[in-house]
Every structure is written in C-alpha cells, then in structure tokens.
C-alpha cells in the first residue's frame, strides 16, 4: 500500500482504576494499523515532536517539548509516549501544538473548553445521520482542519468504533483515464446541505450565510508530502462545479446524469476495506488524524448506550 499522508494515530488507553499504590493507567502511543505501518507518516512526525507530561495537573509550556524527529515510531520504540491520563486541558494544549482549534456551528463545545466538540450520544439522542457517514471533517469550510484530536470519555459497553479511509491510496488505485478525466474537476462541499437540512428555513438559510458552500479540487495536494489524492466525501460534497464543458458533456441532456455517475463513483472509493482501518474504543483511548488525506466513519453500532467523545479540530489550509 502507498500512501505516507495518511492515518490516524491513536493512543491506546490500558485502563485500570486510579488506586494510590496501583499503577495509574497508561495510554500507548501506537499506529492503528500495524497492517499498513507505512500509512501515517505525516502524524507521526508530528507525535514525535511531543512529548506529554506523565502526570494529570494544569497544563504548562514544559508539557509539551519539541525536539527533532529521528525516524519511524512504533509501538515499541521507547519515543512512544506514555501518560498516566490525560485530562481537557492536556486535550486542548496537545491539539494547540498544530495551530488554532476551530468549534462547530452545530455540534456545541464544552463550556469551559472552547474548541473541544462534545460528541456525546445517550438513548434520548435523536436518530444520527451526520457521523455514521464516510467524511473528511468540515470540507464545507474554505479551510478545512488539518487534523483532529478525538479522546474517547465514555465508551458503549459493545461497538462504536471508528473506522478511516486512506483517501491518498483510494486516489491512487483509480484507473488511470479517470485521473485524467477528474485531473481539472473542482466540487461543492455544503454544511446547508448537511447539517442545515433539518433546520428551519430561516436557520438553515443563516448557517448558509455564516458559512458559503466551499469548492475545493476534487484531487487535492497534500501540502505536506506532495502526494495527491481524492478530495470528495459522499457527507458533504454536493456536485462539480465545473462538469458542464464539449468534453465531458456532448448533450446537454447528459450533464446531469453524467456528473453526479461520476461523484458517486468517486465518493464510493471510501467504502472499499482495503483502504480502511478499523480502531476499537477504550475509555481515553486518543486517536489523532490527518483529516486532509483520510475519511472517518463512526460506527453507530450501539443505541440505547451512552458514547460520548470529545474532538479538537485543528484549523488548516485552503486545500489545493
Ligand atoms: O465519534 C467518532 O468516532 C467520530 C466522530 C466524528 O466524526 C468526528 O469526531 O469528527
Ligand atoms: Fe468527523
């Protein structure tokens, strides 16, 4: 598998009560998929510039140090980071390290946290339409996050993993007139057509006003290791907006038909396994994506119980 931009990396709690004489519990920084070990370089290069503090208390500059990245991290190398728990403050500073953290217009943030998005679901949650659907976070943005931090707070007694897609390895595997039929193709990605749906008109049509559908290119550099992949999710992405031109389109009759085929086939490429990892909840686990080069699924596997997570997204760049 090729692909380095992409995966989430993901710490994985060995959770055991807090009892003064017992050992606390650690978390492990591990790659997901020791499948495709190659996928995730860009993320760990960054996880290797931090290390975080071993004990909970307030957070300080010295949490957090910066040093050179010195090759590969597994989960066996001694630059894996363990910490004995980590609480919002930590949350919050780790996700700072990369850049600003943004809040969601619909989803609320903790109120002591701004820019930490409770994703919490309990058996009086209304049915879920907007998670358990294959998405790269905020594409409706001009600058969509970069990557998010997700802490498991509370885990469903069975289920609710989450699963990501390698978008760069998806791009990868297309045939090649396709590359070259979707090479000049830009798209509309819409939070009106996502989580404005259910609104009243009125509300639906000021979220529309806060926040204008983005275009972004359907193939998207990675900006970090050059590498291009495919920037459409089946979540967000409503239609090409530059389709309709002599060669794509030789009736006008077609145009429609022959441009959301094509979307359709495109934003399917997320369900194909081969390209996906699957990652097991545990109280505190942290997973960290590169939300540019991957979708996520949270499987919504588990009602009536409670899951509750929380995410720091972080602000990135206008995609290219
Ligand atoms: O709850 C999850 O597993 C992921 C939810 C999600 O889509 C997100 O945090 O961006
Ligand atoms: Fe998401």
Redesign the pocket.
């Not at 692909?3 to 710490?11: H, M, Q």
């Not at 993320?43 to 949490?63: G, H």
């Not at 990369?98 to 309990?122: M, N, W």
């Not at 545990?282 to 949270?298: C, E, G, I, L, M």
């Given at each position: 598998m090729t692909g380095a931009a992409v995966l989430a990396v993901v710490t994985d709690a060995v959770v055991a009560p807090v009892i003064p004489g017992r050992r606390a519990p650690e978390f492990t920084w591990a790659l997901i998929s020791q499948r495709a070990p190659q996928m995730g370089a860009t993320m760990i290069r960054y996880l290797d510039q931090v290390a975080v503090s071993a004990e909970p208390r307030t957070v300080e500059a010295s949490d957090f140090t910066l040093r050179p990245f010195a090759g590969r991290v597994t989960g066996a190398d001694p630059a894996c980071r363990r910490v004995a728990h980590i609480t919002r403050a930590q949350h919050v500073a780790f996700a700072r390290r990369f850049g600003e953290l943004e809040d969601h217009p619909v989803a609320g943030s903790h109120p002591d946290y701004p820019g930490l998005?409770q994703?919490y679901k309990t058996p009086d949650s209304p049915p879920e339409r907007?998670?358990n659907s294959w998405?790269t976070?905020a594409t409706w943005r001009e600058k969509p996050p970069m990557g998010?931090v997700?802490r498991c707070v509370e885990c469903p007694p069975v289920g609710?993993?989450?699963m990501w897609v390698n978008m760069v390895e998806a791009y990868a595997q297309l045939p090649e007139d396709i590359k070259t039929k979707i090479a000049p193709l830009r798209a509309r990605h819409s939070i009106e057509w996502s989580f404005g749906a259910p609104m009243p008109v009125e509300k639906r049509l000021a979220l529309k006003a806060q926040f204008p559908d983005a275009e972004h290119p359907v193939v998207r550099t990675h900006p970090e290791t050059g590498e291009k992949l495919l920037f459409v999710n089946s979540s967000f992405t409503t239609h090409f907006t530059n389709f309709n031109v002599p060669s794509n389109v030789r009736f006008g009759q077609d145009k429609s038909p022959a441009s959301s085929q094509l979307l359709n086939y495109l934003t399917s490429q997320a369900n194909i396994p081969e390209f996906q990892v699957r990652f097991r909840?545990k109280k505190n686990s942290v997973a960290f994506w590169d939300n540019r080069s991957t979708q996520?699924?949270?499987?919504m596997d588990y009602a009536p119980t409670v899951?509750r997570?929380e995410?720091a997204?972080i602000i990135g760049d206008r995609p290219f």
């Amino acid at each position: 598998m090729t692909g380095a931009a992409v995966l989430a990396v993901v710490t994985d709690a060995v959770v055991a009560p807090v009892i003064p004489g017992r050992r606390a519990p650690e978390f492990t920084w591990a790659l997901i998929s020791q499948r495709a070990p190659q996928m995730g370089a860009t993320m760990i290069r960054y996880l290797d510039q931090v290390a975080v503090s071993a004990e909970p208390r307030t957070v300080e500059a010295s949490d957090f140090t910066l040093r050179p990245f010195a090759g590969r991290v597994t989960g066996a190398d001694p630059a894996c980071r363990r910490v004995a728990h980590i609480t919002r403050a930590q949350h919050v500073a780790f996700a700072r390290r990369f850049g600003e953290l943004e809040d969601h217009p619909v989803a609320g943030s903790h109120p002591d946290y701004p820019g930490l998005v409770q994703i919490y679901k309990t058996p009086d949650s209304p049915p879920e339409r907007n998670e358990n659907s294959w998405h790269t976070d905020a594409t409706w943005r001009e600058k969509p996050p970069m990557g998010c931090v997700l802490r498991c707070v509370e885990c469903p007694p069975v289920g609710g993993d989450t699963m990501w897609v390698n978008m760069v390895e998806a791009y990868a595997q297309l045939p090649e007139d396709i590359k070259t039929k979707i090479a000049p193709l830009r798209a509309r990605h819409s939070i009106e057509w996502s989580f404005g749906a259910p609104m009243p008109v009125e509300k639906r049509l000021a979220l529309k006003a806060q926040f204008p559908d983005a275009e972004h290119p359907v193939v998207r550099t990675h900006p970090e290791t050059g590498e291009k992949l495919l920037f459409v999710n089946s979540s967000f992405t409503t239609h090409f907006t530059n389709f309709n031109v002599p060669s794509n389109v030789r009736f006008g009759q077609d145009k429609s038909p022959a441009s959301s085929q094509l979307l359709n086939y495109l934003t399917s490429q997320a369900n194909i396994p081969e390209f996906q990892v699957r990652f097991r909840w545990k109280k505190n686990s942290v997973a960290f994506w590169d939300n540019r080069s991957t979708q996520h699924y949270a499987v919504m596997d588990y009602a009536p119980t409670v899951r509750r997570m929380e995410r720091a997204g972080i602000i990135g760049d206008r995609p290219f």
